[in-house]
């Protein structure tokens, strides 16, 4: 695993090269600052915007969170195929395996702009490392963004603002087999070729979409935005060979990390077709919370390309 810049993907290749991605913007100079420049947060009155989602082929049980107004999508228990099986596939997405999964309920859009800043008015969550977005100056605090995914936040803050909605991140096997579903498809939505109907990717958009705005990219528990649009963090440590001696039964990754490198599914805006299928696994850097709260170490990495879902429990 070769680092590229800070805040960057870092995806796997072949035998020990690296898969380059397209760079996104270094974040050093846009981080939030301590003093000087007084940081704007949105108002407490801010509304939660969910978009209007077209019929799919979704057989799940769907309800609403209480604490976010995030459509929530049951997934049952059951046993899925788990890794790449398609030509493109990586070093570390193999050995495909079978993994039991118990059931679940999983955010059926990203976070958006307008949930995390009720997190943010609530006290309990920081904001956003930056307020822009990939080519966006104004984004987190636009009401015209209000329904587009919250990008620029650690592992960490992804993590505490799902323990505020009474949620958790998801386990990388969870992620997979709501994008996948029962069958050993190599995108959410089947084989087909991805295009811009399909998905926000290889920057066709250039920046982020409104959540749920690609339908027929829905997985077969009608999960949407799974491929492109932000790459979404997982809780699990990442390991380079950590299929080949993985838990069958409700994985949880590896217990340690000296590198503290994080799962992160689903590629985002920025990434080619190859980087959206399904078992793609990328690592990033993730916070680590028993440094110096504000510290490089406490935030790890964070980009204009990384957001996050949550699930909770049955």
Known sequence: MKKIFP?????LAACGASEIQIPAPTLTSLALPATDIPIAIPSAT???IIPTITSTEATATQRTSSADGMPQVYIPAGTFRMGGMDARRAPDEVPVHDV????????QLEVTNAMYALCVNSGVCEPPQSFESQRRFDYFENPEFK???VVYVTWGQAKTYCEWANRRLPTEAE???AGRGDDLR???WGEDKPDGTIANFNFIVKDTSR???YPLGASPFGMLDMAGNVAEWTNDFYDFDFYATSELLNPLGPQTSSSLNRVVRGGSLGDAEINIRVSKRSSVRGSNLNAVPGSDSYLGEFSPRIGFRCVEDE
């Open 7 to 11: 805040i960057l993907f870092i995806f």
């Open 46 to 48: 801010v509304e939660v």
């Open 100 to 107: 039991t999964i118990e059931a679940f309920w999983m955010d």
């Open 147 to 149: 329904d587009f995914p």
């Open 175 to 177: 992620w997979e087999r």
């Open 186 to 188: 190599t995108f959410p």
């Open 211 to 213: 959540v749920g705005s």
